[in-house]
T-cell receptor
């Protein structure tokens, strides 16, 4: 059974800092890995999708890497801003694109 | 192009009642998945529908059931509600693909069971 873990569970940083969020998964037989953002009480917004054959994806200040063999992914956020404050969720997809989520990292960026 | 919509936004029910939640998928998306998110936790996969057929199911009891309609909209039905069913229910739509496509989530329905 696939299990996804995110560390840290919560993070508070000053504005402008570069930061790394970690995600690990137990079964390396994944088809993709997705990072989502969730604002309080809201749905999920897709940030980045990495296919199993890829090593990384970039979008603006965000960069996500994938190491399937070690069961790890990282989300790098450059020059953090208060608007980045949210919960970040990592999810791995199987052959049918059914997602298994981690518990999330709650990020607070202080002005 | 409209995004994924869900109704209602909030709902309060009592134990033992039944509830139906609705989801309209993003235009052109024929795959719909439902997730349950308890407070402070990540979403858990309930089931997925593709072309009106259940395509996969997570670890949820049979009192959680669903439907998908020819226009790809979907319903989640929960019978005999329990207190632990209180959660945010999320619907996501996507195109089918061999390696998975980005899933687009709706805003969710927050269910409170008293």
């Amino acid at each position: 059974k696939q299990e996804v873990t995110q560390i840290p569970a919560a993070l508070s940083v000053p504005e402008g800092e570069n930061l790394v969020l970690n995600c690990s998964f137990t079964d390396s037989a994944i088809y993709n890995l997705q990072w989502f953002r969730q604002d309080p009480g809201k749905g999920l917004t897709s940030l980045l999708l990495i296919q199993s054959s890829q090593r990384e994806q970039t979008s603006g200040r965000l960069n996500a890497s994938l190491d399937k063999s070690s069961g790890r992914s990282t989300l790098y956020i450059a020059a953090s801003q208060p608007g980045d404050s949210a919960t970040y969720l990592c999810a791995v997809g199987n052959a049918g694109n059914m997602l298994t989520f981690g518990g999330g990292t709650r990020l607070m960026v202080k002005p | 192009e409209t995004g994924v919509t869900q109704s209602p936004t909030h709902l309060i029910k009592t134990r033992g009642q039944q509830v139906t939640l609705r989801c309209s998928s993003q235009s052109g998306h024929n795959t719909v998945s439902w997730y349950q998110q308890a407070l402070g936790q990540g979403p858990q996969f309930i089931f997925q529908y593709y072309r009106e057929e259940e395509n996969g199911r997570g670890n949820f009891p049979p009192r959680f059931s669903g439907l998908q309609f020819p226009n790809y909209s979907s319903e989640l039905n929960v019978n005999a509600l329990e207190l632990d069913d209180s959660a945010l229910y999320l619907c996501a739509s996507s195109l089918p693909g061999n390696r998975g496509e980005t899933q687009y989530f709706g805003p969710g329905t927050r269910l409170l069971v008293l």
